[in-house]
Structures are given as structure tokens and as C-alpha cells.
């Protein structure tokens, strides 16, 4: 489990396939209390470490299914590609974001921004067959970051990214086009599906 809360920018620095596809991943955590087999998101994407070293700097390796890069976002990284990355949570640690799986849902594609004061407004185009799970004032997790929906039009909606949101994640970078992992909250998940028996 994770709270969507990004604690490190990571960076792709190879790809292989070997079946399955093996990343290696930069980053700047302190692999010494990274266990193998350990989970970490990465775009929002829990993967499980394999490989853990430090030449010449710090890095993780993770094995992705076909599964996962068809359904993700992953099929767009590269090397050199920024991730968000996110440590799972423990006992006891700060809930600061809201209770993120990371089992992307689908991707959602960016359609617009524009900046509101100092922030910008993003607005996504969800799946259709996720809209329903979006609500105006819920939570989504993007791209691994748990974020608050601002709007909803049909299967758009809308979020706003703060300065300090985008120094210290991926989202500074972000332009329309992207392509972004799309998890809805498990809450509205399970809320609808309730409804389905009423």
C-alpha cells in the first residue's frame, strides 16, 4: 500500500527484455534499507525490486509482466525517464495523501493545461468505463501522486497542481499528449459497485 504522497525522483537508466521486461532505476533512496522483493511505485506502478546496487550511483531493478506495460504507461519510458517513486507504507508512518494500491486502472491522456494563479489546472480524459469512479472533491492517484478532482465533464476531469507539487515530482515536465497511470480511489470502487445491488 502506498499514499500517493512522491518521496524521490527516479530516472530509467536501462531497459532489457528478458521475457519479462527489467528496468533499472536510478535513484536517490538509501538502497541499504531496501530489501529484495520490497515494493516501490513507480509512476504509480507497484513493482517488486530484484537487484539492488550502487556503481556508480544508487539504483533498483524491477521485472514488469506484458500484463503491465499493455495496461500502464510503461511502454513510453526510456532511459533517462523521470519517475515518480513512492516506498510502501509502514506502520506507523504519515498518511498524508489517501490509500493508493498501486494496480493502475488505465491511463488517462492530458487534453489541457493552464495555469490559475500559481498553480495549473491539468485536465485528463479518463477511460469511459473509469469515469464513473471520479468525483468532484475525490481522489485520484496520477502518475503515482494522489491528487484532489477539481471537475468532472463526462469522462474529462480536471485537477490542480501546486509549484511545490511540481518541483518535486514529474509533473513540471508533463505536457499535453501524455499519457498518465490512472488509479481510481478504492472507496468510490467500492461504493459503485454497492450500487449495482440496490
Known amino acids: 500500500m502506498f499514499t500517493g504522497i512522491v518521496t524521490d525522483v527516479g530516472r ?5 527484455q528478458r521475457g519479462d521486461l527489467r528496468a533499472r532505476i536510478g535513484t536517490a533512496y538509501d538502497i541499504d534499507g531496501i530489501d529484495i522483493g520490497a515494493s516501490i511505485a513507480c509512476e504509480g506502478v507497484c513493482l517488486t525490486v530484484v537487484a539492488l546496487g550502487r556503481d556508480p550511483s544508487p539504483w533498483f531493478d524491477v521485472q514488469i509482466s506484458a500484463e503491465t506495460v499493455g495496461a500502464t504507461n510503461v511502454g513510453s519510458w526510456a532511459q ?5 517513486l513512492e516506498r510502501a507504507l509502514k506502520v506507523g508512518d504519515e498518511l498524508g495523501g489517501h490509500i493508493v494500491s498501486g494496480h493502475i486502472d488505465g491511463v488517462a491522456e492530458v487534453v489541457a493545461m493552464r495555469d490559475e494563479g500559481d498553480s495549473t489546472r491539468f485536465t485528463f480524459r479518463a477511460p469511459q468505463s473509469f469515469a464513473k469512479f471520479i468525483a468532484p472533491k475525490g481522489s485520484v492517484a496520477l502518475n503515482g501522486t494522489s491528487l484532489t478532482v477539481n471537475a468532472v465533464d463526462g469522462g474529462d476531469f480536471g485537477v490542480n497542481i501546486i509549484p511545490h507539487t511540481k518541483a518535486v515530482t514529474t509533473w513540471g515536465q508533463t505536457r499535453v499528449g501524455d499519457w498518465i497511470n490512472l ?11 454497492l450500487r449495482e445491488y440496490d
Open 12 to 16: 530509467v537508466l536501462a531497459l532489457e
Open 80 to 84: 533517462g525517464t523521470p519517475l515518480n
Open 183 to 193: 488509479e481510481v480511489d478504492t472507496m468510490a470502487r467500492y461504493v459503485a459497485r
